[in-house]
């Protein structure tokens, strides 16, 4: 189970204090410690309140490491970053390429003309 870790996280990556987050959820202190510190558990409807206040589904918020989730999610999401600006990149050379080819073409050519004038 990952409840505690998980409410810990997900306070944390908020920046928010224990007693902002009861502000917010409505708490009591020794309440919400009991919850980090897996002491004790909510009830459903309180469940409930906490998934929709981190806007996460309750079965992750018990089933889930969501820290490494959310890490690993994020090496994902940069490594495909990294991939779409190496294939802007090609994407780029392949044009430069292509207008290369195009005035060493059209050197040619002005090459050929002037050649047939001589």
């Not at 902002?20 to 020794?30: C, H, Q, R």
């Not at 510190?37 to 206040?53: A, T």
Request: positive net charge; proline residues 2%; glycine residues 2%.
């Amino acid at each position: 189970m990952y409840f505690g870790n998980n409410l810990r996280f997900l306070r944390k990556s908020k920046n928010l204090k224990t007693s902002e987050t009861l502000v917010n959820i409505g708490f009591k202190p020794s309440q919400w410690s009991n919850y980090e510190n897996e002491i004790s558990f909510p009830k459903f409807l309180d469940l409930i309140k906490i998934s929709k206040y981190f806007g996460v589904k309750e079965s992750d918020l018990i089933h889930t490491d969501l820290k490494n989730n959310i890490k690993n999610n994020q090496k994902t999401e940069n490594k495909q970053y990294l991939i779409e600006l190496q294939r802007e990149k090609i994407d780029l050379q392949r044009e430069k390429i292509q207008n290369l080819e195009k005035e060493i073409l059209s050197l040619k050519k002005s090459k050929k003309e002037v050649n047939q004038i001589d």
